[in-house]
């Protein structure tokens, strides 16, 4: 098939790259010149594991080009498959700015009848709209194809879909076949619903996943008043195959999906007259969790906070991504600043995109020991592995007392870091019995 990919972001590159590797012939196209001038030198403007090689050989095969969107002539092909930004505006709801935009310009190219697919997130209703209105009269046929990539293992959720999810106009069969030999060779079952259900699909799976999240640290932080260990509870309530599997209590979600995709369906509802309490606790709790750290440090430093080193371990909203938007670790950053202080801080691959993003006075270090390095307490804010591994005995060795650590995602050995001297505060784990091994016994 003949695709065109609108939005070289996360979604439309792994997209772009992955129809390619499989064997269509695909254009991705931006308006971001930077962008697409970096990608047609061979680059890529963000880090995902497993990215740069397959662009390389599908440009390689000559499956795969790159233009930007004023140099495109002529027919978009089959598909013209729409993966631009929708960010949040500033009352909540989803801005679909850039989505219109792409559905203009694909109406306004003088040939070709390409089915357009949705793969962008767009609150329920929208497509609907895009056919009524934008796309009225134009004889273009209209698809969701919802996005359920996660950054970090992003080609591989492509090629191992859990669902493909199509939604389309009823007797619609044409447009679904067109979606089912875009992931020829992908093996998943299929969701063929309407156009409002598939985009509901999507924004209800996120927000479900960031309610566990909520719901855990909720528990968590009932486990810290009444002595209890969130790793035995999650353990233990994992065990019932109806509660979905083990969740991690922690500084909450972050990211470029969950955050916005709750609050634009909050701001649905809002707008809706529907009821959705739920995900207004949701966001609270969300918003809450992520200063925990900064609750420890007041209550053990008795809010001396000012002239206080402390290091924080790990930028990006999670490990194996460079994507800092909305990351816990910001608002953590800047609240500590404000409180006067001394920040370093160290992340494997998201220090230039956070770097604009946090105060200046924040000193970036080449590595997690230069980070702790005199600091007096430490907060790990993204579970990336070689945190995990780090020599905690040198990291331990640089410090000043009280070797204060906050593990924000509970990912350390309680046990093992108190032995080698650091006072140990989890999320949820902070009962008597934290630091002793769970026993799990198997009848
Ligand atoms: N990032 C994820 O993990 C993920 C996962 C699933 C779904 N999604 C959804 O996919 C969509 C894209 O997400 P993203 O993270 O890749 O976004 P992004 O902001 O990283 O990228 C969007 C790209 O679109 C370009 N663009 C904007 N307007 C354009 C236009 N009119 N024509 C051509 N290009 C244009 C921008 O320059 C940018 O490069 C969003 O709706 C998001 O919610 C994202």
């Not at 269509?24 to 930077?34: A, E, N, R, T």
């Not at 509870?233 to 909450?252: K, L, Y």
Request: aromatic share 6%; glycine share 10%.
């Amino acid at each position: 098939m003949d695709i065109t990919v609108i939005g070289l972001g996360y979604v439309g590159t792994v997209a772009a790259a992955s129809l390619a590797t499989a064997g269509h012939h695909v254009l991705g196209i931006d308006i971001d010149q930077d962008r697409t001038t970096l990608m047609r030198s061979g680059a890529i403007p963000f880090y995902e594991p497993g990215l740069g090689e397959i662009i390389q050989s599908a440009v390689a095969t000559g499956c795969l080009r790159f233009a930007h969107r004023d140099a495109v002539e002529g027919p978009l092909g089959d598909v013209a498959l729409i993966a631009t930004g929708t960010p949040q505006t500033e009352g909540g709801a989803a801005d679909l700015n850039q989505v219109r935009s792409a559905v203009s310009w694909i109406k306004s190219q003088p040939s070709g009848n390409p089915v357009v697919v949705m793969k962008s997130t767009v609150p329920p209703g929208t497509g609907q709209r895009i056919i009524d209105h934008e796309l009225a009269g134009a004889g273009l046929r209209y698809v969701s194809n919802p996005e359920f990539l996660r950054e970090g293992q992003a080609v591989m959720d492509w090629r191992n879909p859990d669902r493909i999810v199509v939604g389309a106009n009823p007797g619609d069969t044409e447009s679904v076949a067109v979606i089912q030999a875009m992931h020829a060779g992908v093996s998943a079952p299929y969701i063929v619903t309407d156009i409002t259900s598939a985009e509901m699909i999507k924004y209800a799976s996120n927000a479900f996943l960031a309610t566990r999240i909520s719901f855990i640290n909720e528990i968590a932080s009932l486990c810290d008043r009444v002595g209890a260990s969130i790793d035995a509870v999650s353990d233990g309530m994992a065990m019932d195959p109806r509660t979905g599997g083990r969740i991690f209590a922690g500084v909450g979600y972050g990211g470029s999906c969950f955050p916005k995709d709750v609050r634009a369906l909050d701001h649905l509802g809002l707008t809706s007259g529907a009821n959705v309490e739920l995900l207004r606790s949701v966001i609270n709790i969300n918003n809450r969790q992520r200063l925990l750290p900064l609750y420890a440090l007041r209550e053990r430093f008795d809010a001396n906070m000012a002239g206080l080193r402390v290091a924080v371990l790990g930028l990006a909203f999670k490990p194996n991504t460079d994507d800092i938007r909305d990351a816990p670790s910001l608002d953590l950053i800047r609240a500590l600043v404000d409180e006067g202080s001394i920040v370093s801080a160290y992340d494997p691959e998201a220090m230039a995109a956070a770097q604009p993003h946090l105060p200046p006075v924040v000193s970036l270090t080449e590595n997690a020991l230069e980070a702790a390095n005199q600091a007096q307490a430490v907060v790990l804010i993204t579970e990336w592995q070689q945190f995990v591994n780090a020599d905690w005995r040198d990291i331990a060795r640089s410090m000043r007392p009280p070797r204060f650590v906050f593990d924000g995602r509970n990912a350390l050995d309680a046990g093992e870091m108190q032995r080698l001297g650091f006072e140990y505060i989890g999320v949820g784990r902070n009962g008597p019995g934290e630091g002793q091994p769970l026993d799990r016994m198997v009848a």
